[in-house]
């Protein structure tokens, strides 16, 4: 996907930023964020800030957007503050502070899961807002008598992707990219950290003994497990085949979850 660089924006968008952050100083493109227009990190008179922004005339790229800008005052103690967000000239800008950190690592082993796993155990004590949508909104692949078992009213992010998840230099991780948010049940963000964690190569015995080190697993009962990995299952197999490894690993993954609880269930657990 090309990106919009910080000089093409139309002076009416950089004017409008500008006088919201008290200038910018510099830029430095940032090629992160499939949904978005605009991606950089800027030197500001408010400080170093992370800009993202959508043209209006892309319905689903605004929509995420004006999620994210939603959202963002609920959960500062786990993400980037927002510190603006201007519209202009067939524009949504929004302005984060900037997290200097790299991309999670997922891989067995990896120090960063405990950090990962305290984000989620930090974001399962966080009180959700009126959200209308729910997870099983989303679930059109699932069993109809599944969708009981992923509703609730915890927040979820449901994009725990690696690429989401910024670790800092003294080991602190911080959530991105709200734009999926939606509420449901408390475990929902547990489960979708172990698909990630199959996807990045434990074996969904490892990924579930992981999870099982936090508090909100242990409301998880069996049955909820083996509906997810249907669900997921189901969902990665409608895909049509992807050139990126990150989602025909995936894809592979939940097969094999969705596999180990079909043969636990089998087995009697």
């Not at 490892?206 to 998880?220: G, H, N």
């Not at 049509?240 to 025909?248: F, K, Y």
Request: proline share 6%; charged share 25%; glycine share 8%.
């Amino acid at each position: 996907m090309t990106k919009t660089l910080w000089y093409e924006l139309p002076r009416e968008v950089r004017g409008a930023v500008q006088r919201e952050v008290g200038g910018v100083a510099g830029v430095e493109e940032v090629s992160d964020g499939l949904n978005s227009d605009l991606t950089l990190a800027a030197e500001t008179g408010a400080g170093r800030l992370f800009i993202k922004g959508s043209k209006l005339d892309d319905d689903l790229k605004t929509r995420q957007l004006r999620r994210e800008i939603s959202i963002s005052p609920y959960v500062t103690h786990l993400s980037p503050a927002m510190r603006f967000h201007v519209e202009a000239a067939g524009w949504l800008v929004v302005g984060f502070d900037h997290v200097d950190g790299r991309r999670a690592d997922y891989s067995p082993l990896s120090p960063d899961i405990p950090l990962v796993l305290d984000l989620l155990d930090r974001l399962s004590e966080t009180p959700c807002p009126d959200i209308p949508l729910r997870v099983s909104d989303r679930s059109a692949h699932a069993r109809p008598e599944d969708l009981h078992r992923f509703d609730g009213e915890a927040l979820a992010h449901s994009d725990l992707n690696p690429g989401n998840v910024r670790i800092t230099a003294d080991g602190r991780a911080y959530l991105l990219d709200w734009a999926r948010y939606v509420r449901g049940a408390a475990w929902s963000d547990a489960a979708a950290f172990a698909m990630c964690l199959m996807t990045c190569g434990h074996t969904p015995s490892d990924a579930e003994d992981i999870l099982a080190a936090l508090p909100v697993w242990k409301t998880v009962a069996p049955g909820d497990l083996d509906a997810m990995a249907y669900y997921q299952s189901a969902i990665r197999t409608s895909w049509r085949p992807r050139l990126d490894p990150w989602t025909n690993a995936s894809v592979a993954a939940a097969r094999r979850w969705h596999d180990y609880r079909t043969d636990l269930a089998a087995g009697g657990r």
